[in-house]
């Protein structure tokens, strides 16, 4: 039973463009949604993370909403960057530091 | 502050052997955990670890072992090896300072290949 659902699997956006990825989870338990980058070859690496007593967050070109009532949440890359071309990964555990459970990731091209 | 080390790097194995992935960190970081990437699938957690002495199994631990004797050190064993535990895995750590914001640091990961 997967219960974080991250929808679409990849995605091609063009340059300057806005790249939205979303996530659905199940346990109403969960209490912290970080988002993850990856390179290939290389780790994860913490992007930006959001706790439900806020319904955005953002840091530089990476904004997260979260819907509580709907049990969803999204990250939109502002102005899109060939370099942001990597696979992303929402995640989420009862606590910071404590267990996650990740989506399945989306493999986001930026085409220049 | 080398981060988060793991060893090897890529390693393959034959039906039923064992072996240790090993997983260091010099940030003095509480948590760490394993996990392990099949395509498609995101990254599934193995087992995690609060601190020198406590661990707890994640979603997929059968098949694994692990200890934590000191804060730097989390490896993860292979008791017998199976095709089905070819994945690449990656160990990480983190630091959730009080009332803070996260750090966490994940390893460049152990491709591993069981025959």
């Known amino acids: 039973q997967q219960q974080v659902k991250q929808s679409p699997q990849s995605l091609i956006v063009q340059k300057g463009g806005i790249s939205i990825i979303n996530c659905a989870y199940e346990?109403?338990?969960?209490?912290?949604f970080p988002w993850y980058q990856q390179f290939p070859g290389k780790g994860p690496a913490l992007l930006i993370a959001i706790r439900p007593d806020v319904s955005e967050k953002k840091e530089g070109r990476f904004t997260i909403s979260f819907n509580k009532s709907a049990k969803q949440f999204s990250l939109h890359i502002m102005d899109s960057q060939p370099g942001d071309s990597a696979t992303y990964f929402c995640?989420?555990?009862?606590?910071?530091?404590?267990?996650?459970?990740f989506g399945g990731g989306t493999r986001v091209l930026v085409k220049p | 502050n080398a981060g988060v080390t793991q060893t090897p790097k890529f390693q393959v194995l034959k039906t039923g052997q064992s072996m240790t992935l090993q997983c260091a960190q010099d940030m003095n970081h509480e948590y760490m955990s394993w996990y392990r990437q099949d395509p498609g699938m995101g990254l599934r957690l193995i087992h995690y670890s609060v601190g020198a002495g406590i661990t707890d199994q994640g979603e997929v631990p059968n098949g694994y072992n692990v200890s934590r004797s000191t804060t730097e050190d989390f490896p993860l064993r292979l008791l017998s090896a199976a095709p089905s535990q070819t994945s690449v895995y990656f160990c990480a750590s983190s630091y959730l300072p009080s009332g803070g914001k996260e750090t966490q640091y994940f390893g460049p990961g152990t491709r591993l290949l069981v025959l």
């Open positions: 995640a989420a555990s009862k606590a910071a530091g404590n267990k996650l459970t």
């Open positions: 346990n109403t338990a969960f209490d912290y």
